[in-house]
């Protein structure tokens, strides 16, 4: 098949990239633009290292096709921050809920997700909205008391 001219709004900057029918979104953000804060992991859309928005709603990258994509507002973490790290980040470092680093930027765009849908969930709500994401290290604490502190504070 021949390739295309994908466009697509890429953390906030309009974006074209030539390519095939069957490629998939991760590959594009990462071999494609560069953005390799969003990590390749299962490939399967089960451990969630992968999470990206797609006009705001989390997606899996690896599973999201380029014809899916097109014209869609697409945030990586690294559309995450401006100037500062975004809320989401700072708690994730101050409660230890970064551990190894390679699950992170998924679990902080499912956070931002959740947060936005529900600006102070419970406990099972956090366990709700993180069902998709995967941390293979020591645990869930750290990222639990990250999503409680972003909940208590003044969420934007």
């Known amino acids: 098949m021949n390739a295309y001219i994908w466009r697509a709004v890429v953390n906030g900057q309009e974006t074209e990239l030539s390519v095939r029918p069957s490629e998939r979104l991760l590959p594009m953000l990462r071999d494609g633009l560069g953005l390799t804060g969003t990590k390749v992991s ?31 507002t697409i945030t990586t973490i690294e559309g995450l921050a401006t ?35 529900t600006p102070n969930p419970t406990t099972d709500q956090i366990k709700e909205g993180l069902s998709g994401n995967i941390c293979r290290c020591t645990g869930y604490g750290g990222i639990l008391r990250a999503v409680q502190k972003c909940g208590r504070s003044a969420w934007k």
Do not use: W
């Open 42 to 72: 299962c490939e399967l859309g089960r451990c969630g290292a992968c999470i990206v928005h797609m006009d705001g709603k989390p997606v899996n990258a690896c599973l999201v096709m380029a014809y899916q994509c097109s014209g869609r």
């Open 83 to 117: 100037e500062e790290l975004h809320e989401v980040q700072e708690a994730f470092l101050e409660e230890g809920g970064f551990q190894c680093g390679y699950c992170t930027p998924g679990m902080i765009m499912s956070v931002k997700a959740l947060l936005d849908e």
